[in-house]
T-cell receptor, first 110, second 115 residues
Framework: DAGVTQSPTHLIKTRGQQVTLRCSPK?????VSWYQQALGQGPQFIFQ???????QRGNFPDRFSGHQFPNYSSELNVNALLLGDSALYLC?????????FGPGTRLTVL | AQSVTQPDIHITVSEGASLELRCNYS??????LFWYVQSPGQGLQLLLK??????LVQGIKGFEAEFKRSQSSFNLRKPSVHWSDAAEYFC?????????????FGAGTILRVKS
């Protein structure tokens, strides 16, 4: 079992650009959640997808959007990047209340 | 306000000593409770979880946690710390009165182990 995978591992963008991060869930999982972890902080919930619909959303602006595909994989899109968007972006998958995390994508905005 | 609090930002213990990391939550209904560990630059690994039942739960790597409803606490313990336990530890909850299973995390406690 490959577990939760994320791509890319690292990414460098400049302010104003757009970025897409990708996540493949653990086999048998149908729910994908995205979290943002700024340096020195705990992860903050962005949103969760279930059955290709956004089921829950945290306190993030509309610049953050996502998608879930029929195979349960997911994308996180961030438009009009700000310096403050620099963080580790974590994807987690689940089919119950227990979530399994991927290694994350480190996004640096210059 | 609903929140998860980890009062200790850093803790340093000697190898072989016991460890207790504190976690308090503020929710009207007892949430589902979790402890995760994160090594530098890595994702999060689940150590243990509590949904209901026995208030002392056993996890991986020799960790345990005790749920105390009266104190709204879910403290993590280990009888004897190993150097490989040095990492950041996060307490997290799933609020049970919400649709979905989003995790709400504390700010984390960085554990340093001295030899």
């Amino acid at each position: 079992d490959a577990g939760v995978t994320q791509s890319p591992t690292h990414l460098i963008k400049t302010r104003g650009q757009q970025v897409t991060l990708r996540c493949s869930p653990k086999s048998g999982h149908d729910t994908v959640s995205w979290y943002q972890q700024a340096l020195g902080q705990g992860p903050q919930f962005i949103f969760q997808y279930y059955e290709e619909e956004e089921r829950q959303r945290g306190n993030f602006p509309d610049r953050f959007s996502g998608h879930q595909f029929p195979n349960y994989s997911s994308e996180l899109n961030v438009n009009a990047l700000l310096l403050g968007d620099s963080a580790l972006y974590l994807c987690a998958s689940s089919n119950s209340y227990e979530q399994f995390f991927g290694p994350g994508t480190r996004l640096t905005v210059l | 306000a609903q929140s998860v609090t980890q009062p200790d930002i850093h803790i340093t213990v000697s190898e072989g000593a016991s460890l207790e990391l504190r976690c308090n939550y503020s929710y009207g209904a007892t949430p589902y409770l979790f402890w995760y560990v994160q090594s530098p630059g890595q994702g999060l690994q689940l150590l243990l979880k509590y949904f209901s039942g026995d208030t002392l739960v056993q996890g991986i790597k020799g960790f345990e946690a005790e749920f105390k409803r009266s104190q709204s606490s879910f403290n993590l313990r280990k009888p004897s710390v190993h150097w490989s336990d040095a990492a950041e530890y996060f307490c997290a909850v799933v609020p049970v009165m919400e649709y979905g299973n989003k995790l709400v995390f504390g700010a984390g406690t960085i554990l340093r182990v001295k030899s």
